[in-house]
């Protein structure tokens, strides 16, 4: 039986559909959620998309994790479902207490969209076992809210625990690799158990050859949770 | 204060009347009591002054765009031409496509922000209200100097406008233009252009027909924004000596029109709408009256009902208000409550304020009394229609006299000034990396981007299984347009014509944005009319119609209009996108050929404005069988697979476009200069019907006996190779040190 990966629709979200085209092309069967609705329609992970869910208005994130969606998925999530959050899905995962921390403004105030190189940190997570540790992978970054921010305790429990899955990296002499300003160069982390990964950068916009920014660097995340959805 | 009714309004024919404030002129004002036999209510004068307004009537420009049509060549591309929201193309496998520019350039010089971002969102509604799902926008801009304290202020906020709004639309942005002129100092200007895609059956029109069928107004709630934007700011020329005009700008919000984005298309998806018009320029006056004349009865409207954000506001307000985000349907009254629901789950506002009826007249009330009872067309259609008077100004022949010859301005006479003039145009604002403005736009939503900044065009995957994409370029060189309007409006569409062709397209059709000074100002109108004369004979010969667009007039301040600027975006179709040509040199070892013929024309070109300052002489000549032929040739060697990079010879030349193709692709270049050409010449001149491509070796012999058979002159100049651009005998300059001069200016001088 095909696995199903939910990816939910909050007014607002931008690549929603993006991210169904990923998880199709990873071979898993996508499934469209409404934020209104509690049911999860079975699915076996969630990813919550980029977007601009309720305009960013109030704080990214801050009015989405208290729709009707989010109360099933933070209840299984806890209980181990997997979840990716991407960029304001990300956002959503910080404000749902799900994951550590909370995203500034760029440092630079600007909105920024570029091809961004990362490393992966950690690749034992539901989304990340297809990449090796240290494995340096490319994928488009953009967001006007990136800058990852934490108290010092909470950002030496990511490092010492290993749950800082993504960092920025420069791709060239010329380039600063951090985009925004994150502390450490943090681009992603994880919740202690490895089944909530949230980022910033977009790998669902880097599964295709052809679009984005021409590669395919972003369809080890969901190759990866299907991989474990098969297993378990 | 009492409210005027048409019964009052006979009662008092009298009464003084505001008709000068609200913009009209005595004989339009005179013209309004003779249509409805008696003076009209405040509500009525609200309407005929904003419909009757330049921005909204085209009054001025009306007899020349008729051309357009009347010279359109025969395709049958064409589903929908001009007079709807927008036109419609169709470009196979049962798809459409609709596409058009427009300006917003009085309110993002008011208020950047606002003025960019409500741009955004109007020419967005205008596409949804065809029918489509918009899928990508573009913005070409221009702006004063790069070093002038005020763009300082206006190049960020507009910049940041666009990108707030389209990013959070979720539209990607890929691509457009950032031009730097003094001309364009107190008179910015912000066009924006989206494009939408549909099936053949989805094609949804602007009219109200059936009696009995309903109005709904949906999307945002009207508020006191934006009242009288255009006939207050887009139909006069700025002047210090009136009070600021900001309220008259509207305000976005970007999250209600994403939902309106997504309510829309579900409404159409179930069929509930017989009629959809968007309201932008003069708002309820503008839907209502355009829905009603176009089709087959009256319409009754129930003011009241509509939403407001100030309870306060008057009926003429609220018929001239332009807040934004808001939409009106035409529903039939089964499907009404099916209607509602969908705007209830998209969290959007909607009401029914009135229904079509089988009379003829628009008829208004305001808590049940009569405040509006006017024929719908003489509002939408039966605007005045201007003969503008022109006249060659007397400065054009002097201007052209003085042409760019090597005794006028001197040139670079040996290697070292060649490349000290290749990095100045290449470091120029103007020739320059625009990354640090790009880098602000999201070209990657919605997962079809093909092709974006900096390519030659920008374009979208439609369809995932069969791979037909479409490809969108914008165009316009003022400085060209200012030697000589008639050629300058005919290279700006063969400019974006050949980008379409390089990225692999067939260019289908042309949306165009005329931007120009004030019609009152007779070599103004001359502009304007050899303007629109010679893009209307072009794309007679090219083949490729004007499917709609829009005029924006008084770009000036006191007497100094801009130049004349006309905007072409051309439109194109390409089977299968992976086929496409990207403009970077990547493969070592490729030849390079130069298509087309070079002659000594620098006249307009960059390197007189950045190395001389000067502008005079003629713009190069156009020849658009050549163009036809470039296009042919290019467009079967990206199907075929013979050449891997293509690009477009334009503003700064070869040397311009050899530099972004070398950084582009990350590969240097060795060049030669032909026996035949000066090496400056062979370097800057711009002339037109131009291309440099790359060809694996494999496919030398096929793509040389092509242009032979075809007639296309294709010399070979080079060879991709190395991590330096190399004129040989001349100079080599590194890619380093390309990289050096060509990015980090925009940043360095706005950021």
Not at chain 2, 177 to 205: R, S
Not at chain 2, 234 to 249: H, I, L, Y
Not at chain 2, 531 to 560: F, H, K, M, W
Request: charged content about 20%; overall charge negative; glycine content about 10%.
């Amino acid at each position: 039986m095909t696995s199903r990966v939910g990816v939910v629709t909050f007014p607002g979200s931008l690549d929603d559909r993006d991210a169904q085209r990923a998880i199709r092309l990873a071979g898993a069967e996508p499934v469209a959620l409404w934020h209104r609705d509690k049911d999860l329609h079975q699915v076996d992970a969630v990813v919550l998309p980029g977007g601009f869910s309720y305009g960013d208005y109030l704080r990214a994130g801050a009015i989405s994790r208290f729709s009707p969606v989010m109360a099933t998925i933070i209840e299984q999530a806890k209980l181990g479902m997997p979840v990716l959050g991407i960029c304001n899905g990300f956002q959503v995962l910080t404000e749902s207490h799900l994951l550590p921390g909370a995203m500034l403004r760029n440092n630079h105030l600007h909105f920024i969209c570029r091809d961004q190189k990362l490393r992966v940190e950690n690749a034992t997570t539901a989304w990340t076992t297809d990449y090796q540790a240290g494995q340096e992978i490319s994928v488009p970054l953009k967001n006007m809210d990136g800058r990852y921010t934490a108290d010092a305790r909470t950002i030496d429990e990511l490092e010492s625990e290993g749950r800082v899955v993504f960092r920025y990296l420069a791709s060239g002499p010329n380039e600063v690799g951090n985009p925004n300003g994150s502390i450490n160069d943090i681009a992603g982390i994880t919740n202690a158990a490895g089944n909530v990964v949230g980022l910033m950068p977009h790998p669902e916009h880097a599964v295709e050859p052809l679009v984005g920014t021409g590669g395919t660097d972003g369809l080890g995340f969901f190759t990866s949770v299907l991989k474990q959805l098969v297993s378990s | 204060m009492t409210l005027d009714t048409v019964k009052n309004a006979e009662q008092t024919p009298d009464a003084a009347q505001p008709w000068a404030e609200l913009g009209l002129k005595e004989d339009e004002y005179t013209r309004v009591r003779e249509i409805l036999g008696r003076r009209p209510t405040g509500a009525e004068l609200a309407m005929y002054s904003v419909m009757w307004s330049e921005h909204c009537s085209y009054k001025s420009s009306k007899v020349h765009l008729k051309q357009f049509g009347e010279k359109a060549p025969q395709s049958d591309a064409m589903l929908v031409g001009i007079g709807e929201n927008a036109g419609v193309v169709d470009v196979g496998q049962g798809y459409a496509v609709t596409f058009k520019v427009e300006s917003h350039n009085h309110p993002s010089y008011i208020e950047p922000y606002q003025g960019a971002a409500t741009g955004i969102g109007g020419i967005v509604r205008d596409i949804l209200a065809m029918g489509a799902r918009p899928v990508a926008v573009m913005d070409p801009l221009r702006f004063g100097a790069s070093d002038h304290p005020d763009t300082r202020r206006v190049l960020p906020g507009i910049v940041a406008g666009i990108g707030g709004y389209g990013n959070c639309l979720g539209l990607p942005n890929i691509g457009g233009e950032v031009v730097f002129d003094p001309c364009y100092q107190g008179n910015p200007l912000v066009n924006a252009l989206c494009v939408g895609v549909m099936k053949h059956e989805d094609i949804h029109l602007a009219k109200a027909s059936g009696a009995g069928n309903k109005v709904i107004l949906y999307g945002a709630r009207t508020g006191g924004d934006g009242i009288g934007g255009v006939s207050v700011l887009a139909s006069e020329t700025f002047d210090d000596s009136k009070p600021t005009k900001r309220p008259a700008v509207q305000v976005g919000d970007p999250f209600q029109e994403k939902l309106l984005i997504e309510c829309t298309l579900e409404v159409f998806r179930e069929q509930l709408v017989l009629g959809i018009q968007d309201l932008g320029g003069a708002g309820l006056s503008c839907a209502t009256s355009e829905l009603a004349s176009a089709g087959s009865g009256g319409m009754r409207i129930e003011l009241d009902t509509v939403p407001l954000r100030d309870a306060t506001l008057s009926p003429e307000e609220i018929l001239m208000s332009e807040s934004q985000e808001r939409m009106c349907a035409i529903v039939e009254p089964d499907k009404v409550e099916r209607f509602l629901e969908i705007c209830e789950k998209w969290d959007v506002i909607a009401t029914v304020i009135g229904e079509v009826t089988d009379g003829e007249r628009l008829e208004i009330f305001w808590h049940g009394e009569l405040v509006v009872d006017v024929p719908p067309r003489t509002v939408a259609h039966d605007g005045p229609v201007y003969q503008r008077p022109y006249a060659r100004p007397s400065w054009q022949d002097a201007l052209q006299a003085d042409a760019p010859t090597a005794s006028r301005l001197v040139r670079p006479a040996n290697g070292e000034e060649l490349k000290a003039a290749l990095l100045a145009v290449a470091g120029s604002p103007n020739q320059a990396s625009k990354a640090w403005i790009t880098d602000q736009y999201d070209r990657f939503v919605i997962g079809n981007t093909v092709l974006a900044t900096p390519e030659d065009s920008g374009m979208i995957r439609i369809d995932e299984e069969t791979n037909l994409g479409v490809s969108v370029a914008t165009d316009g060189n003022g400085r060209f347009a200012k030697l000589d309007p008639y050629t300058g409006a005919q290279l700006a569409l063969a400019e974006a014509y050949r980008n379409v062709a390089a990225g692999g397209a067939k260019p289908l059709a042309v949306s165009d944005c005329l931007n120009f000074g004030s019609p009152e100002d007779p070599d103004v109108m001359w502009q304007f009319a050899e303007a629109t004369r010679g893009l209307a004979d072009a794309c007679q010969i090219l083949g490729t119609p004007v499917t709609g667009g829009n005029v924006s007039l008084y770009n000036q301040t006191g007497e100094v209009a801009i130049h004349p600027t006309p905007v072409v975006a051309v439109l194109g179709v390409i089977d299968d996108v992976t086929r496409r040509t990207p403009i970077g040199f990547a493969e070592e070892g490729q030849h390079l050929f130069l298509l087309g013929d070079t002659a000594d024309e620098l006249g307009g070109s960059a390197w007189t404005q950045v190395v001389h300052n000067h502008l005079g002489g003629l713009p190069p000549k156009v020849d658009l069988e050549r163009e036809r032929l470039l296009a042919e040739i290019l467009i079967a060697a990206s199907r075929d697979g013979m050449i891997d990079a293509a690009h477009d010879l334009s503003d700064g030349g070869l040397a311009q476009a050899l530099v972004e193709s070398c950084l582009r692709g990350g590969q240097g270049a060795r060049v030669i200069v032909p026996a035949e050409l000066d090496p400056f010449v062979f370097l800057f001149s711009e002339s037109a019907g131009r291309a440099v491509v790359a060809v694996p070796r494999s496919e030398e012999l096929r793509f040389t006996d092509m242009c032979g058979a075809r007639g296309l002159p294709a010399t070979r100049i080079g060879v991709v190779d190395g991590d330096a651009l190399e004129v040989q005998g001349q100079f080599s300059v590194s890619l380093a040190e390309l990289t050096e001069a060509h990015t980090g200016v925009i940043e360095a001088l706005l950021g």
